[in-house]
């Protein structure tokens, strides 16, 4: 870095210390945060809580709809010979379920949550770049319209979420079923991506002063790592799928068998595959480190060996790919290389497994809902694992691979290490969003409900696979001995689907009716509970300076005698401003000026969303004048400022 | 470390070069984007080992245009390199002359690669080789005429006085955006026109 003296800068400034007394500084800082009124506000709005929000309910649609494909096609495979859906329909069902729950809901639910908690854990204001975070909100749910707009009108993707070519070729597949999958989730990729750059920058440059690496929750080791993740893995099947679309549209030769080749596609796709598993787990795994240690009155055990256990899980991600594709009759040398890799990465997720037993062994755990779905998943998680393990060894993936064994293993790994650490992760922030507890009756009917249901339903699917039933049929006959488990593999998950149905009831009646939580009502550790629930739109009327890993702790703990100072802090209030701090021990070195409501984000979404609606249409003016409205709105987001260090600017 | 307590001392307010969050943000960009890049350089390297040698085009490609063309964005990249300097340096003169010659350059190399492209006689859908070597080159000119849109952008910037010898981050991450793409026809001229003279 240059050796300027801050001093020497031009607008350079002393940022106050205050003390928070009363309603100052906090009523000051409303009228500057504060999001605009009415229609216009609502799609300028930048807030890191309204857009982490917006992404948690956003996902939970496409969850619901995706659960409800899953229950037609439960309903189909309940009992043989059934007929309710045609094989044309029950393709596009699988296909739209694996891509509403794997794209469409796995992630963006984990970048609600993240969006929305991670100013809060690491005591800043915004995140590092809250137009992106907006924008990263509005095309994902248009993406997410984008792909259902084909289902809806009868082109729905249908050649299952990982979309294999030949299947997917023009040839096999002539209608724009595929286009419109490509497309879409290119635009999601684009989502993601700006998600990422966001969730690094704010990481490296936004952490409250004394807020060193080796002090911030696991959660966000778990969403950085997901990000550089997903920064460096989404290229790989965005080209894919615009590969595919060229081939479909221009007639190139990727992918065809005569002068291309059909496994370039596996390959592109499961170099991204693999590390999208762990992205959309490791940011859950980190609610639960964070969670669990609330109940358990005690900290993480091994935060050091569980935070590197998250980044050595990744970097290991990037090796595995090939054991997607076992059966595709590659050489013995690359079969060994990826079992054994697959084999290897078993062992910081065991890491992670011993340090929550461990924590909840010599801890004095209270028993609430959400500590129920954070210690289960522990035990969904160790299944999941388990049967995952036993497909990395080469001749037992040959003899279970397309069969239902595999779809049972992906349903514990994405329901065990997703969905069970969410719906904690919402009983737990939910009073954080909304200032009310929710039922805790209700919620152990929930839990239950959800376990035992989620274990019926899917413990059978690997017996069933080893029985030889194949994935992705859609119906078979009586006799094959597949009849009973298919049916309480039916009922098991009409149970669990109730279960989340119990969820969103206890999310409503909760919403207004549930008891006042008050700015920390579990009694943890981290700086989200540090302000009111609701927490107001600039979240902390001062910056926090901050001593240790557990700054609400440091009383009970009392590690060292050093405390971090929460009611005293940095002041900033010339207009929207937080601190940049030094990228390893959080030294400030920098008043970062933050934008306001902006409407370039929304802008710059539907011209995107009219460039790819143009490119399945083949209306080339259409995608023109797409990229068009992109280009003004990106040079009006950039568009520099002249004057800092005041509250008069607004741009930037 | 003893209690959070934090000496106030002066801090630059707003983008300062380095630090700046945009510039962060900037090589995250520059990150994903090289992958990108990699995956398809990748795709060319998968062809080329499952095909074997038999794949490429009969006749080596040819340099007539690739070379001039690799001189143009190298030169390109050290007057982006020279803008930025002589406007730290407070040349206001140069800095804006540099950043207009690196715009123009950016053009004639768009310039050589359609004539590298008419020169061609393989087409996009005529094989496998066809399909890459427009893609990639495709991609890349992209990428050129992105640069040089945003170089451009800033020149306006620059005119209408928004730059001062401390403040310009938007030139500083146009030219290293600038840089990159260079970096990648490097990679792209190393893959298409010198491996096969090596293979």
Known sequence: MTALRTGDWEDARRPDLARIENDQPGERLQKIWETGPGLKGWFSDVDHKAIGKRYIVTAFLFLILGGLEALVMRVQLGAPNQRLLSPEQYNQLFTMHGISMIFLYASPILTGFSNYLWPLLLGSRDMAFPRLNALSYWIYLASGLFIYAGFVTGHGADDGWFNYVPYASKPYNPGVNMDIYALGLILLGLSTTVGAANFIVTFLRTRAPGMSVNRVPILIWGTLTASVANLLAVPSVSLAFFLLWMDRQFGTHFYDAGKGQPLLWQHLFWMFGHPWVYAIVLPAMGMVSDGLPTFCRRPLVGYTPVALATVSTMALGFGVWVHHMFATGLPNLPLAFFSGASLIITVPSAVAVFAWVATIWTGRPVITTAFLFFASMIVLFVIGGVSGVMTASVPVDWQLTDTYFVVGHLHYVLIGINVFPVVGAIYYWFPKMTGRLMNEALGRWNFWIMFIGFNVGFLPMHTLGLLGMPRRIYTYPAGMGWSVQNLIVSLGSAMFATGVFLTLINVWISRKGGERAGPNPWGAPTLEWSVPSPPPPYNFAVIPLIASRHPLWEAQLDESPARSSLNEGLLLDHGRETIGTSMLDGEPNLILEMPGDSAAPFILTLGLTLMFIGGVLRLWWLAGLGGAICAVALVDWFWPRRVHAGAETSNG | ?199
Not at chain 2, 24 to 53: D, M, P, R
Not at chain 2, 174 to 182: G, I, L
């Open chain 2, 1 to 199: 470390m003893a209690d959070a307590v934090y000496e106030p001392r002066s801090l630059p307010v707003g983008s300062r070069e380095y630090n700046a969050t945009g510039w962060l943000g900037a090589l995250c960009l520059i990150a994903t984007e090289g992958s990108l890049f990699a995956y398809l350089l990748f795709s060319y390297a998968y062809f080329a080992v499952q095909h074997g040698k038999a794949w490429l085009p009969d006749a080596h490609p040819s340099l007539r245009y690739s070379l001039p063309g690799t001189i143009i964005l190298v030169t390109s990249s050290a007057t982006a390199w020279w803008s930025e300097r002589s406007l730290k340096r407070g040349d206001r003169a140069q800095h804006l002359a540099a950043l207009t010659g690196t715009i123009v350059l950016g053009l004639v190399f768009l310039i050589l690669q359609l004539f590298e492209w008419k020169s061609k006689h393989f087409t996009l859908s005529s094989s496998a080789y066809g399909s890459l070597f427009f893609t990639i080159t495709g991609f890349h000119m992209l990428h050129v005429i992105v640069g040089v849109i945003s170089l451009s952008t800033v020149l306006g910037w620059s005119l209408a006085g928004y730059f001062s010898p401390r403040r310009h981050l938007h030139l500083t991450i146009s030219s290293a955006y600038w840089h990159f793409v260079d970096v990648v026809w490097l990679a792209v001229f190393f893959t298409f026109y010198i491996t096969p003279y090596v293979w």
